[in-house]
């Protein structure tokens, strides 16, 4: 069981910068694939970056490439999700997730394959 919380969220204006922390219980997480997801009222959870164990791969959706940056430090059992030049569209409850890959490289965008799961923290974005 690996236990994911997150931080780092808050309210800004759009164009600002924020960096969402996901801390892992577990040494385990190093072994894991890690992916941020966002979520708003009614709409279905929606894959924003993932990043593979090793932290070799990393993927993002389209919305946000070259804006956001995923990362991680499995010496700190940590990640991270740095987001930039952030617009209105972006406010959601963002949540950590983790899927147990090692050795595998994989990283999925389907929130049904992630097993651990944050509690999510709100970034809210206004014009």
């Known amino acids: 069981q690996v236990q994911l919380v997150e931080s780092g969220g808050g309210s800004l204006q759009a164009g600002g910068s924020l960096r969402l922390s996901c801390a892992a219980s577990?040494?385990?997480?190093?072994?894991?694939?890690m992916g941020w997801f966002r979520q708003t009222p009614g709409k279905e959870r929606e894959f924003v970056a993932g990043?593979?164990?090793?932290?070799?791969?990393?993927y993002y959706a389209d919305s946000v490439k070259g804006r956001f940056t995923i990362s991680r430090d499995n010496n700190k059992n940590t990640g991270a999700l740095q987001m930039n030049s952030l617009k209105p569209e972006d406010t959601a409850v963002y949540y950590c997730?983790?899927?147990?890959?090692?050795?595998?490289?994989?990283?999925?965008?389907?929130?049904?394959?992630?097993?651990?799961w944050g509690q999510g923290t709100q970034v809210t974005v206004s014009s």
């Open positions: 997730a983790a899927q147990m890959t090692f050795p595998s490289e994989t990283v999925t965008a389907a929130p049904d394959e992630y097993t651990y």
């Open positions: 577990r040494r385990t997480f190093s072994s894991c694939a």
């Open positions: 990043i593979s164990w090793s932290g070799m791969s990393s």
